[in-house]
């Protein structure tokens, strides 16, 4: 009975001290776990690490169209902690248009959730500038949104096969080891340029390419893509080469929504 009323008050003692537990002279403390973000959130930790949202979830604060002064009247909107683009005509920024950041990056890791519908084709775009007077998207280094299995893009390249695929640094370089969860399901973009210039492109948390900007390799992939025509360069820096632009979310005629839009900038 002694024993039973023994083991019965170190249990008591056990709960009371709030899962601590004393062998030996050991004291083991259960870990704190940090509170998952929830959507358009940062953690305690993201926020310590320099991240900061590009979306709210609510507005569209932070951004504006590509050669506006204000965010688009129509093609855009915000629902349910997305910020949408319609689906029109599937032609490149034929409706709303694209829509750029506020804020000017030049070394930075940017995450961006998407989700696709049937066919559709976007993109991420960087080191935008908006210093050429072209029709259609503006221009600037793109992480390509696509369904790759119903859009004709995927199977089109200038010189370099499946650069315009999932992922791809679109007409230069394709995306390997894709990892896709699926049209109408959520995926995530990375894309991290360091201060040296080194950039890598990552999908689900798989890096699926990777190169230097501003190389001499660099450029001889811009030499054999679309991006070679005068029209691509001339601007104050040839095409990609930019010490500085802005983030660009790319108008492409078709359904997608974006959420969990944070940057932080890169030493």
């Not at 959507?39 to 979830?57: M, P, R, S």
């Not at 976007?122 to 998207?137: A, L, N, P």
């Not at 360069?233 to 979310?249: D, K, V």
Request: charged share 25%.
């Amino acid at each position: 009975m002694k024993k039973l009323i023994t083991c019965m008050m170190s249990a008591v003692l056990l709960t009371a001290c709030g899962g601590k537990s004393t062998t030996e002279g050991t004291t083991v403390n259960t870990p704190v776990t940090e509170k998952a973000a929830g959507i358009n959130e940062l953690t305690a930790q993201e926020k310590a690490d320099g991240w900061k949202l590009l979306f709210d979830g609510k507005t569209t604060n932070g951004w504006r169209g590509a050669h506006k002064d204000a965010f688009p009247e129509h093609g855009w909107k915000v629902e349910d902690g997305q910020l949408i683009v319609l689906a029109s005509d599937g032609g490149e920024s034929t409706n709303g248009g694209d829509i750029v950041s506020d804020g000017i990056y030049s070394a930075f890791e940017i995450s961006v959730d998407f989700k696709i519908t049937p066919g559709a084709n976007s993109g991420i775009k960087y080191f935008v500038t908006e210093e050429e007077k072209q029709k259609g998207s503006a221009y600037g280094l793109e992480f390509q949104i696509l369904d790759d299995e119903l859009h004709p893009d995927a199977k089109l390249y200038t010189t370099f096969p499946g650069s315009r695929t999932l992922a791809s640094l679109y007409d230069l370089k394709k995306s390997e080891n894709v990892k896709f969860n699926g049209v109408g399901e959520w995926n995530t973009g990375v894309v991290k340029v360091f201060p040296n210039n080194h950039v890598e492109h990552w999908l689900n948390g798989v890096k699926v390419l990777e190169y230097e900007r501003n190389s001499d390799e660099f450029r001889e992939l811009v030499k054999g893509s679309k991006y070679a025509a005068p029209s691509y360069n001339e601007g104050e820096y040839p095409f990609g080469e930019a010490p500085a632009g802005r983030i660009l979310l790319q108008d492409h005629g078709d359904e997608v929504a974006f959420r969990n839009i944070k940057i932080r900038e890169l030493k």
